[in-house]
């Protein structure tokens, strides 16, 4: 039997409509469904990686919120500190729901400023915002679609925001797969636990950053970007009493030490923290995090991520050629991709899979300014983007020749693929 492997950002998806794995996921959701319709065993893996948090991820990222007004709005302030706690509660408002930071491992990080979504909880609703979205006017939005983001988010108070991201990309596929829903088999890739003696990855991902160190510390690093170590720590900024624990935290081999520097994406925050530590002290720090008594906070991120991801991926398909044929897909970026996140995730897969599987990158059409640029995710725009998935793609008849290639090595291409 033919196994196909689709993979696709499931990061959210509770969030913003302007999400680029929006697109993409229906993109997934629709190829998975004429797959299976046409006899493919199809499993459905979704990328839920903690990465950065929630406010930088799905509000900063888009042109409507000017990050460059944020930044010189703390710069120029006479209380950076309390400014950017202003700044922080401001793009807050703008979410769908409201978060609470968690305690990990014994320890409190300041929840005042950006954090990491591992720490993330969600509270409740945000009503200003939904009231606002029941109002909304754009041909895309469907407000009726507010009370099932609404429901959901009430559902999911006290879990973490993780899993509201989950369930919205859930019920997402349901809607788009219809009936082939049950037969799709779905999995998440990268979905960190809740308790950090997993953030690392265990005994596999201790093997990884150890030959990574050490192949830094023996002078192997060759540019800036070779240098940098897939963990962010937590660390404490200049003027705070708790630790800022985010994923653009910098790590990286610094004259022969590890060096961390705090950061967010964009630099709004204007952090100042910076520490420099032996690599033997760092191996401590991911040791004793492993054992379950943490000294400060530590996770995995990009390229580790990457290699995580793909290497799931291709031992899953490996396996599966016992089988039978076997396709992987992975549906990430619109208009292109970021080669520091989906790009390194492609290099890891065209590395790690077999020349008898094969594999394609696939990305939408450059449709972003087309989405609604309002908060609420993807349900109040998945039955719009879903009238039309073939034309998601970049180009016309990208969605029916890449079911063919796959399809016609296996069964008869009888499926009406715009069905």
Same mark, same amino acid.
């Given at each position: 039997?033919?196994?196909?492997? #689709? ?32 006899? =493919? ?6 990328? $839920? ?9 799905? !509000? %900063?990222? @888009? ?27 401001? %793009? ?7 978060? *609470? ?31 606002? #979205? ?5 041909? %895309?939005?469907? &407000? ?7 429901? #959901? !988010?009430?559902?999911?108070? /006290?879990?973490? *925001? ?11 596929? +349901?809607?788009?797969? /219809?009936?082939?829903?049950?037969? !799709? ?19 596999? /991902? ?26 962010? +720590? ?27 520097? $705090? ?40 390229? @580790? ?20 044929? =076997? @396709? ?10 970021? &080669? ?30 087309? #989405? ?17 998935? &073939? ?26 693929? @715009?069905?």
């Amino acid at each position: 039997m033919t196994t196909a492997i #689709l993979l696709v950002e499931a990061r959210g998806q509770s969030v913003h409509c302007r999400e680029d794995a929006c697109a993409n996921l229906v993109q997934a959701a629709w190829l998975a469904r004429q797959l299976v319709r046409a006899g =493919v065993d199809v499993r459905l893996r979704l990328i $839920a990686d903690a990465g950065q948090s929630i406010e930088e991820y799905s !509000i %900063l990222c @888009h042109p409507e919120d000017n990050a460059e007004s944020f930044k010189e709005r703390i710069a120029t302030a006479a209380d950076p500190r309390e400014t950017r706690y202003g700044v922080v509660r401001d %793009l807050r408002a703008r979410l769908p729901f409201t978060t *609470y930071a968690v305690p990990a491992g014994g320890m409190e990080i300041e929840d005042r400023l950006f954090y990491s979504p591992l720490v993330a909880r969600i509270d409740s609703v945000n009503d200003d915002v939904l009231l606002t #979205l029941r109002d909304a006017v754009h041909p %895309l939005f469907d &407000p009726s679609a507010v009370d099932e983001v609404e429901m #959901l !988010i009430r559902a999911h108070a /006290g879990k973490p *925001y993780l899993d509201l991201d989950l369930a919205v990309a859930q019920r997402a596929i +349901a809607i788009i797969t /219809g009936d082939e829903f049950a037969a !799709i088999d779905i999995a998440t890739v990268s979905r960190p636990e809740d308790d950090p003696r997993h953030w690392l990855h265990e005994e596999a /991902g201790r093997t990884l950053i150890e030959n990574d160190l050490l192949r830094k510390q023996e002078g192997e690093s060759a540019g800036f970007h070779d240098r940098l170590i897939g963990v962010f +720590a937590s660390i404490t900024p200049n003027g705070e009493e708790r630790p800022y624990f985010n994923s653009p935290t910098c790590c990286r081999v610094e004259h022969g030490k590890v060096r961390l520097i $705090a950061r967010d994406r964009f630099n709004v925050l204007g952090l100042a923290a910076s520490e420099r530590m032996t690599f033997d002290r760092f191996r401590e720090l991911l040791d004793a995090q492993n054992a379950g008594v943490a000294q400060r906070l530590l996770a995995i991120k990009y390229p @580790h991520t990457a290699r995580f991801v793909a290497a799931s991926v291709a031992a899953e398909a490996i396996a599966a050629a016992d089988d039978g044929p =076997v @396709h992987v897909m992975f549906i990430d970026g619109v208009g292109g991709w970021n &080669p520091t996140t989906a790009g390194q995730i492609d290099v890891e897969l065209r590395a790690g899979l077999p020349d008898a599987i094969t594999y394609d990158h696939i990305t939408a059409r450059d449709l972003y300014d087309e #989405l609604p640029p309002f908060a609420g995710g993807i349900l109040p725009v998945v039955n719009a983007l879903a009238a039309n998935p &073939p034309s998601l793609f970049e180009t016309g008849g990208l969605a029916e020749s890449l079911l063919h290639s796959l399809i016609d090595r296996v069964v008869p291409a009888t499926n009406n693929f @715009h069905s």
